[in-house]
């Protein structure tokens, strides 16, 4: 179903705001609506901008942010009731096709795009009875967040142009909008985007390609002076000086005319330039914006190529810091919020986790683990299983073969 089919079919008619029972909250909840309850409150910075100067534009930036949403939607989905692990079950499901258009790994990578470019990720419910049937990931730049009388979302405005399409929190049942935000110590209801920390790093690196293109543009060197020496100090007239101009532009600027001789007369000489060592910095500062906008994103710089960082021994050792830093401690907070949100549908029993066993990155760590636990002469069978996340082992057959 297209979007604005969707936004025809689920609007409805805006009702009463309920009255506030009187339930344990933050006393300082209505200070923070005071000045904005029932009226969106609006991103405070470009997100299209933000957008389109680095992820569209910047090769760094867009590299950080797919290294890591991949990574992190590749992590299988494990689920458990209590201390049984669950093999099939319809938030599995769910998670493993959120709609029909987008697989479980295509649905998170998009998910997690959005927070890392924008500081906000928002999801939308689609329920039948009750029951959460499919997931969309919404764009960011579209939502805004209607705080109620104590300070906490009551309503999410989803506009497209001047249609506008009011989700309430009201209601039986999961919420109809998740908000995965990161944190933002001078706003309330948005989260800040790792992009905006490294916008400094980010503009002086594109700001270094554009001049470098504008180099090789200019013949890939500096420009030089054409000097004029004529006899008892004469000048070029206007004329001549706007001639040998265009000619100079025409036929000896841009790279298709790099190395072409230059036919000097009537006591013309060419003075070429050069750039001092002091001059050639832009390259150092070009790398260092480069490895501030991997700092922003938590991504080591030796895995996307930057060379000058000697701070992990070799590129395992990047590898395994980048995924224990960065992308599962973003799965768990994934994961957390989805069973805040989903789980309690089927269940209060229902623990949403992940398996590390699946990530190649991790493979020592664990081998290191399974060579301890098996060496422990201390440990029963049954124990050493738990410690390496299985369950107890079955019992034997007694009329099985001896």
Not at 119 to 132: K, S, Y
Not at 272 to 298: H, N, Q, T, V, W
Request: include cysteine; glycine fraction near 8%; charged fraction near 25%.
């Amino acid at each position: 179903m297209s979007l604005l089919s969707r936004l025809r079919h689920r609007v409805r008619p805006a009702a009463g705001r309920p009255p506030v029972s009187e339930t344990k909250a933050s006393r300082v909840g209505p200070l923070l609506a005071w000045a904005s309850q029932g009226r969106p409150v609006w991103t405070p910075r470009d997100y299209a901008a933000l957008a389109r100067e680095g992820y569209v534009r910047n090769p760094v930036v867009h590299r950080a942010v797919r290294l890591v949403g991949e990574a992190a939607a590749s992590v299988p989905w494990l689920l458990y009731e209590d201390d049984r692990e669950l093999t099939t079950h319809p938030l599995l499901a769910l998670l493993a096709r959120p709609n029909a258009h987008q697989a479980g790994p295509t649905f998170l990578e998009e998910v997690y795009g959005h927070l890392l470019v924008a500081g906000n990720a928002w999801i939308e419910l689609v329920a039948v009875d009750g029951v959460p049937r499919e997931l969309y990931a919404l764009r960011p730049d579209r939502m805004k967040v209607v705080p109620g009388p104590d300070g906490w979302p009551e309503a999410w405005d989803y506009g497209v142009g001047e249609r506008t399409l009011r989700f309430r929190a009201d209601g039986d049942g999961p919420r109809p909008i998740l908000q995965l935000k990161t944190f933002h110590p001078l706003n309330d209801h948005y989260g800040l985007a790792p992009l905006e920390a490294a916008q400094i790093g980010l503009d002086i690196h594109n700001q270094a390609s554009a001049w470098t293109k504008a180099l090789l543009d200019n013949s890939a060197r500096p420009s030089g002076a054409l000097v004029y020496r004529a006899d008892g100090g004469a000048n070029l007239s206007d004329e001549q000086f706007e001639r040998l101009k265009r000619e100079l532009e025409d036929g000896f600027q841009g790279a298709a005319n790099a190395g072409r001789p230059l036919l000097l007369e009537g006591g013309l000489d060419w003075k070429a330039m050069g750039y001092s060592p002091k001059e050639m910095d832009f390259i150092e500062a070009k790398r260092e914006a480069a490895r501030e906008i991997c700092l922003a994103f938590g991504v080591p710089p030796m895995m996307l190529g930057i060379p000058g960082d000697n701070t992990y021994a070799n590129y395992v050792e990047a590898n395994r810091a980048f995924w224990r830093l960065t992308v599962l401690p973003l799965v768990a907070r994934t994961a957390a919020a989805l069973e805040a949100w989903l789980a309690p549908v089927w269940g209060d029993a229902l623990r949403l986790g992940w398996d590390t066993d699946a990530v190649a990155a991790l493979a020592v760590e664990r081998e290191a683990v399974w060579t301890r636990v098996g060496t422990a002469d201390f440990l029963t069978t049954d124990e050493k299983r738990a410690a390496v996340g299985y369950g107890p082992a079955a019992p034997a057959d007694p009329g099985g073969p001896r």
